[in-house]
């Protein structure tokens, strides 16, 4: 299973952008998806979290500015970041929790390769 994540970028205080994250490989269920971010000299973090059935969980730092959205059927995650901050700037990484055909029938981590997301001031 493959994360390609997508989105990142430079923007001002104030602005929005949103992460796009795809999921791909012999998937058999996805569970958990999420977005998390690390800022340099920091620990990854979770950004926030969204399950099959739709409900989310958000970080209380980006409560009521970040957004959470999945497909399941095209196996995709989205965060749409709007009041970005510069303590928002990271490196963001997307997350799913999937079950792989030809696999014991269990939920593995999967990782995406990270994307840059700057907030200048």
């Known amino acids: 299973v493959q994360l390609q994540a997508s989105g990142g970028g430079l923007v001002q205080a104030g602005g929005s952008l949103t992460l796009s994250c795809a999921a791909s490989g012999n998937i058999l269920s996805v569970g958990t998806m999420g977005w998390y971010r690390q800022a340099p000299g920091n620990q990854r973090e979770l950004v926030a979290t969204i399950e099959d059935d739709g409900s989310t969980n958000y970080a209380d730092s980006v409560k009521g500015r970040f957004t959470i959205s999945r497909d399941n059927i095209k196996f995709t995650v989205d965060l749409r970041m709007s009041g970005l901050k510069p303590e928002d700037t990271a490196v963001y990484y997307c997350?799913?929790?999937?079950?792989?055909?030809?696999?014991?029938?269990?939920?593995?981590?999967?990782w995406g390769q990270g994307t840059q997301v700057t907030v200048s001031s």
């Open positions: 997350n799913a929790k999937a079950v792989v055909g030809g696999q014991k029938y269990r939920y593995l981590d999967f």
